[in-house]
């Protein structure tokens, strides 16, 4: 599996303290089955350890996943910024996700 990063997804990642490493981890986490949401049209919730946090007090990911053998991280934000995604979040990210997929042809 291909794993990609918006660019305001891989500036954030750095300033949270996010490696390389975890996003791969998270994915691998993924295709096992340990989704913490399924958002909906490819879109999933994961919570990742950041720095000396581990994932209760880490940060929040979303991600497109499995849109042709790829992942997108597309969104992130410290558990303490936010509660959930709204509704309007959320189709903004289905609508990433649905040009991500057209655009893998």
Do not use: C, P
Not at 61 to 87: C, M, P, S, V, W
């Amino acid at each position: 599996m291909q794993i990609f990063q918006t660019r305001w997804f891989a500036r954030w990642a750095i300033k949270e303290g996010l490696t390389e490493h975890a996003l791969i981890n998270a994915v691998v986490e993924i295709e096992q089955g340990l989704v913490d949401a399924y958002l909906g049209n490819h879109i999933i919730k994961k919570r990742l350890a950041a720095g000396a946090r581990g994932k209760s007090g880490g940060v929040r990911t979303i991600l497109a996943f499995q849109i042709k053998d790829k992942a997108f991280f597309i969104y992130g934000y410290a558990k303490n910024q936010r509660d959930h995604i709204n509704e309007k979040d959320l189709k903004a990210l289905k609508a990433f996700a649905s040009e991500s997929e057209k655009g893998t042809d």
